[in-house]
């Protein structure tokens, strides 16, 4: 099932699509790049700076042109909600790009070793990053 936007058409990011979203969990509140598992799950994980947040996976800007400088992504499962989806893809920019494929093992990894993810998703995680 794909998510409807409030403008009535399927607004639906792929495996590894990275977008910007207005981030209230992180102190303080602001945007911040987010990468797409699963849409329909609203499964995501934060790219930041530093790598400040384990576990992490370390990407570069030369294989990812949309970072403005080499990053990480934070292997902490995050589940958004359908409306802070579509208001962040009500921003021009949105989609950015998709995260290099060559992380996907790593992001993997650090996930299935997550204790707090449930055994039924860590099934499906597999079957999108596997």
């Known amino acids: 099932m794909k998510r409807r936007d409030t403008f009535g058409f ?5 495996l590894f699509q990275v ?3 207005f981030d209230r969990s992180t102190t303080p509140p602001k945007p911040k790049m ?11 994980l934060r790219i930041n700076t530093a790598d400040r947040f384990r576990p992490c996976v370390a990407v ?4 990812n ?7 990480h992504v934070e292997c902490g499962l995050l589940v958004w ?8 893809m009500k921003n021009r920019r949105n989609p950015l790009g ?7 093992s790593q992001i993997l ?15 499906k995680l597999r079957s999108l990053l596997g």
């Open 10 to 14: 399927d607004a639906m990011l792929g």
């Open 65 to 71: 042109p949309w970072l403005d400088h080499d990053s």
């Open 60 to 63: 570069l800007k030369a294989d």
């Open 34 to 44: 987010l990468v797409c598992l699963c849409w329909e799950e609203g499964w995501f």
């Open 109 to 123: 990894a650090h996930l299935e070793a997550a204790p707090y993810i449930r055994a039924a998703d860590k099934v």
């Open 19 to 21: 977008i910007w979203a």
């Open 81 to 88: 909600d359908e409306y802070e989806l579509e208001e962040a």
């Open 98 to 104: 998709f995260l290099h494929d060559k992380h996907r």
